[in-house]
Every structure is written in structure tokens, then in C-alpha cells.
């Protein structure tokens, strides 16, 4: 399956050890800066919906601010609790200072 690389924000956007939500055609996006590295996850929590972005990041795992449920961002996978549904995450890229996310066609 092909896909596209739709520009989503500048790398100074995102403050490190932080993600900040985007609107990506029609998609809430997360961008996260993980020391330095950038991942890009779904923004909503799968359990309530609640804002990734405004929860606690250590190393690369985000505490959803709502209720606790923990993903790794640099994978999607959830952390815990352990059956949690994982992050849909989508590929970055870097150039210059800009980020780039592939989505599907
Ligand atoms: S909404 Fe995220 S843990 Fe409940």
C-alpha cells in the first residue's frame, strides 16, 4: 500500500520530553519529542478519549492524563494495563525542521 508525507509542523513546535496535537487531514496526531527523536501517534486515548498530549512523558512512555493507561510512543504499544488497545503510530520525517508523517492513501 503507498502513502503520502503530509508536513505537520516544525521541529521547535514540539518541545522536548513533549507532544503537541495536530489536526493531520482530518486525523488528531501526536507529535512527540523524545529527547530529540520525533514519533507520531494517534492523539486520543483509546479508553476514554482522553488528550495524550497533556499527559506526563517519561523516557518515551506517555501517562494518559484521565485515567493513567500508559503507551510507549516510539512503538504505540500500550504499557499498561498490558490488553490495552495499541497507538496507531505513523512513520516520521525529518528535513530541515520540518516534520513530516507518512499516512496511507
Ligand atoms: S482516557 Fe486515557 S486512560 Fe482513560
Not at 486515548?45 to 523516557?59: N, S, Y
Amino acid at each position: 500500500m503507498s502513502d503520502r508525507m503530509v508536513p505537520v509542523c516544525r521541529t521547535s513546535d514540539v518541545p522536548i520530553r513533549q507532544g503537541r496535537e495536530f489536526e493531520v487531514a482530518g486525523r488528531a496526531i501526536a507529535i512527540w519529542n523524545v529527547n530529540g527523536t520525533f514519533h507520531a501517534t494517534d492523539a486520543v486515548c483509546p479508553h476514554a478519549e482522553g488528550p495524550l498530549t497533556a499527559g506526563f512523558v517519561t523516557g518515551s512512555v506517555v501517562t494518559c492524563p484521565m485515567h493513567a493507561w500508559m503507551f510507549d510512543v516510539a512503538t504505540g504499544r500500550a504499557v499498561r494495563p498490558a490488553m490495552a488497545p495499541n497507538l496507531v503510530r505513523y512513520n516520521v520525517v525529518i528535513e530541515g525542521d520540518q516534520v513530516f508523517v507518512r499516512l496511507p492513501e
